[in-house]
């Protein structure tokens, strides 16, 4: 597709259910990023993920976040066992080459989580 | 660890005024810095990407500059218009990490 691709848009669930949200990067992009952006808050970085590099999981919140990457392209973040403070916006980005390559990041739309 | 700044937090001004958009950051080892704009219950959508070597980059109304040895970068908007109301922030690189720390960004409305 010509932008990143996210699904569902909005999700509401009950508290202590699992969630997956989805991510299409732009074609060809090695680079790709989860980020979180609660109410009123700033961009929070999740992970990371380079080529077939092991990904830098240095920003998920706690054990109940996971997120994986198949094939190089698409990402699954999933959440387990949901709680209230898991509400907010979840953005994923890509990139051609990466930050160290000078990499220019491209978001999209984002996928909006209530949980109840 | 990488912190950034933008001021203002917020700003309102009429249509067609010149603006200014601050971003310091603390680590001026960075790759590049990047302008997004984000409009409410969206993405971001990036504006201009600056590398470590560039002083400025320009886009049609948009002009950043890029100083980083003071860790410091400027967005001027020429022209406001009442479509430019949004919130724009700036990123830079995570010092030790492979990703970027945003600033809190600045919410422009522009008056018409």
């Known amino acids: 597709g010509a932008g990143v691709s996210q699904s569902p848009s909005n999700k509401v669930t009950e508290k202590g259910k699992d969630v997956e949200l989805r991510c299409d990067p732009i074609s060809g992009h090695t680079a790709l990023y989860w980020y979180r952006q609660s109410l009123g808050q700033g961009l929070e970085f999740l992970i990371y993920?380079?080529?077939?590099?092991?990904?830098?999981k240095s920003g998920l919140p706690s054990d109940r976040f996971s997120a994986e990457r198949t094939g190089g392209s698409v990402s699954t973040l999933t959440i387990q066992r949901t709680q209230q403070e898991d509400s907010a916006v979840y953005l994923c980005?890509?990139?051609?080459?990466?930050?160290?390559?000078?990499?220019?990041?491209?978001f999209g739309e984002g996928s909006r989580l209530t949980v109840l | 660890k990488q912190e950034v700044t933008q001021i203002p937090a917020a700003l309102s001004v009429p249509e067609g005024e010149n603006l200014v958009l601050n971003c310091s950051f603390t680590d001026s080892a960075i790759y590049n810095l990047q302008w997004f704009r984000q409009d409410p219950g969206k993405g971001l959508t990036s504006l201009l990407l600056i590398q470590s070597s560039q002083r400025e980059q320009t886009s049609g109304r948009l002009n950043a500059s890029l100083d980083k040895s003071s860790g410091r970068s400027t967005l001027y908007i020429a022209a406001s218009q009442p479509g430019d109301s949004a919130t724009y922030l700036c990123?830079?690189?995570?010092?030790?990490?492979?990703?970027?720390?945003f600033g809190s960004g600045t919410r422009l409305q522009v008056q018409p």
């Open positions: 993920f380079q080529g077939n590099s092991a990904p830098d």
């Open positions: 980005a890509s990139s051609p080459t990466g930050l160290a390559g000078g990499g220019e990041l491209f």
């Open positions: 990123a830079v690189p995570t010092t030790g990490r492979r990703a970027l720390t």
